[in-house]
């Protein structure tokens, strides 16, 4: 009797292991490309954002008047309330960042922004300050 236990679970053993081996997909990329598109979004993201804060400084120079205010103004006509930009236009919106005249030129500091991206095997968190010098026409003088 016990040599027929022993010989079924055997049996049982070798066909899990055969329904295994058939359902393996061998596909180990499928990971690695799920980590590669979300290190893909957030960097776009932050691109995205540095040009976008590069654009509205430069236009809110040229108009003149309250530079913070053109801004506010601008970045409200221009956000799309898109997920993937995390707390930019937020901040933007709420006046959490500083853009005033410095020298000859203009400062634009936006601290804690965050950018996210989630998908099946996990998420990224990136977090960033954003730093730009401009001169008095509205040329970048300095970036991040």
């Given at each position: 009797?016990?040599?027929?236990?022993?010989?079924?679970?055997?049996?049982v053993l070798v066909i899990f292991t055969?329904?295994?081996?058939?359902?393996?997909?061998?596909?180990?990329?499928?990971?690695?490309?799920?980590?590669?598109?979300?290190?893909?979004?957030?960097?776009?993201?932050?691109?995205?954002?540095?040009?976008?804060?590069?654009?509205?400084?430069?236009?809110?120079?040229?108009?003149?008047?309250?530079?913070?205010?053109?801004?506010?103004?601008?970045?409200?006509?221009?956000?799309?309330?898109?997920?993937?930009?995390?707390?930019?236009?937020?901040?933007?919106?709420?006046?959490?960042?500083?853009?005033?005249?410095?020298?000859?030129?203009?400062?634009?500091?936006?601290?804690?922004?965050?950018?996210?991206?989630?998908?099946?095997?996990?998420?990224?968190?990136?977090?960033?300050?954003?730093?730009?010098?401009?001169?008095?026409?509205g040329g970048v003088a300095q970036g991040?």
């Amino acid at each position: 009797m016990p040599i027929l236990l022993l010989f079924v679970v055997a049996l049982v053993l070798v066909i899990f292991t055969l329904a295994v081996f058939v359902n393996f997909s061998r596909d180990f990329t499928t990971p690695s490309s799920h980590v590669n598109d979300m290190i893909s979004e957030v960097d776009f993201s932050q691109q995205y954002i540095l040009a976008s804060a590069r654009s509205m400084s430069q236009e809110s120079i040229i108009q003149g008047g309250n530079i913070q205010e053109n801004f506010v103004k601008l970045a409200t006509a221009r956000d799309l309330r898109i997920a993937s930009l995390g707390n930019y236009f937020g901040k933007i919106r709420t006046h959490d960042f500083v853009f005033e005249k410095k020298g000859k030129g203009y400062v634009l500091e936006i601290k804690g922004l965050v950018l996210q991206s989630k998908n099946d095997v996990g998420g990224i968190i990136r977090h960033f300050d954003l730093l730009m010098e401009f001169d008095e026409q509205g040329g970048v003088a300095q970036g991040l």
